[in-house]
């Protein structure tokens, strides 16, 4: 019987919150959790009614290497944007350039808002098992990439997916990016600014959390595709 | 006291990747979410063992967070606790924890208090939680906060309370029903 239409479906989100739900029955529970939207719910309404807030009275700071293993294991680098990205560099510099200008020529109005990059399709990744297909397009200035899925993919809770550049020259595939979903729009990394062109290929794999640990694709291929004409 | 509202924003930017916004909820929750590890698992260094875990998930479930049905910071320390039951439900792990089973534990190591950022139904319900663990009789209500707050077993409550293990399994099942019949009727639901 689905764990949905238990009489006892309560006492399960119930003891399951508490904790005293154990062994085979917890790892039931949780499945029935993933697979039957009805036990989802019941238990998100027990979570939002009857889990109390913890207390900030009793607090216990972690020990450093905690964070720095959590940073290593998610390789929490790749998501940082370098400093030229960051909005608060450009907007501490445009206040001392506007300052700094003010003060030579008196009141300059500059206008630098550059509008947003023009995106281009260059490439359709598909799983040769006619699975729907992922968009790739490229900014005008080659440096921001966006693919957008037919409809959202989210990485499992163990798992990152990781976009590869296939060099036309057959040479090893080079990393692009790690992400935990298939819709997103992010930056080339620098170096590869330009070599996203027609003959190279993009493809996505399923990798442990937070990456490849080894710097070339480890998990199933999922999705692969020629960049056309750029 | 945590503030929802902000704990929200760093976990929804968590979920478009922004590693600075993940550690800065790391840094505001962790202590209070080892503190809530360290009750179950009574070992400091089993405790961080599950903080780390715990945030391995946190940052890939943040992407399926969802802002309008789920607490926060509750949504955390349950990943945290899940963890730490887990943890200690393998048959290795030795528990030499101190338990807290004193009236006033369940004031010293929740916060029932309504913030000024809190939205106000949050408040209500945790008014009503509160009222409602009162209403319970002592043993069920002992039993409940013992195996929420350490994440002691049915086993480990009966040898604790040292009471038959079917006599412990009801006061819990009791418990659970008369807290829900009590919070649900506040909230006007038959």
């Known amino acids: 019987m689905k764990l949905g239409q238990s009489p006892h479906l309560d006492a399960l989100c119930g003891e399951y919150l508490l904790g005293t739900l154990r062994g085979p029955a917890r790892a039931r529970f949780e499945r029935a959790c993933a697979q039957e939207p009805r036990v989802a719910l019941r238990l998100q309404h027990w979570q939002h009614r009857f889990t109390p807030q913890p207390s900030e009275a009793f607090r216990m700071p ?23 990205a960051r909005v608060g560099v450009w907007r501490g510099w445009a206040l001392a350039t506007s300052a700094a200008l003010a003060v030579w020529v008196g009141v300059v109005m500059i206008d630098r808002s550059a509008p947003a990059p023009a995106m281009r399709p260059i490439a359709t990744l598909a799983s040769g098992q006619g699975g729907a297909a992922v968009v790739a397009s490229l900014s005008d200035d080659g440096r921001w990439l966006a693919l957008a899925p037919a409809r959202p993919v989210e990485a499992g809770p163990q798992q990152s997916y990781e976009l590869w550049l296939l060099p036309p020259d057959g040479s090893a595939p080079v990393s692009v990016a790690v992400m935990g979903q298939l819709g997103t729009q992010l930056p080339v990394p620098a170096a590869l600014v330009g070599r996203l062109q027609a003959g190279a290929k993009l493809a996505v794999s399923v990798e442990p959390a937070g990456g490849s640990p080894t710097g070339a694709p480890t998990g199933p291929v999922i999705l692969v595709g020629a960049i056309g004409a750029v | 006291m945590l503030d929802d509202i902000d704990i929200r924003r760093l976990i929804l930017l ?29 070992r400091r260094e089993l405790a961080e063992e599950v903080l780390h875990d715990a945030f391995i998930k946190i940052w890939h479930a943040a992407t399926r967070f969802d802002p309008v049905a789920t607490r926060p910071v509750a949504w955390m320390a349950t990943i945290v606790r899940n963890r730490a039951i887990d943890t200690v439900s393998r048959a290795d792990v030795a528990r030499v924890s101190t338990l807290d089973d004193s009236e006033g534990a369940l004031d010293r190591l929740f916060d029932w208090s309504a913030s000024s950022e809190d939205e106000a139904d949050q408040a209500q319900m945790r008014h009503w939680l509160r009222g409602c663990l009162d209403e319970l009789k002592g043993r069920e209500r002992q039993a409940l906060v013992l195996a929420y707050l350490h994440g002691l077993s049915h086993g480990e409550l009966a040898d604790h309370l040292a009471t038959p293990l079917g006599t412990v399994k009801s006061w819990v099942r009791r418990g659970l029903q008369s807290l829900k019949h009590c919070v649900d009727s506040c909230m006007g639901v038959s």
Do not use: C, H, N
């Open chain 1, 62 to 84: 972690p020990t450093p290497p905690t964070w720095q293993r959590i940073a290593r294991d998610l390789d929490l680098r790749r998501y940082r944007q370098p400093w030229y």
């Open chain 2, 14 to 42: 968590s979920a478009a990747r922004d590693a600075a916004a993940f550690e800065q909820l790391y840094q505001r929750t962790a202590p209070v979410l080892l503190g809530v590890a360290f009750k179950i698992t009574g």
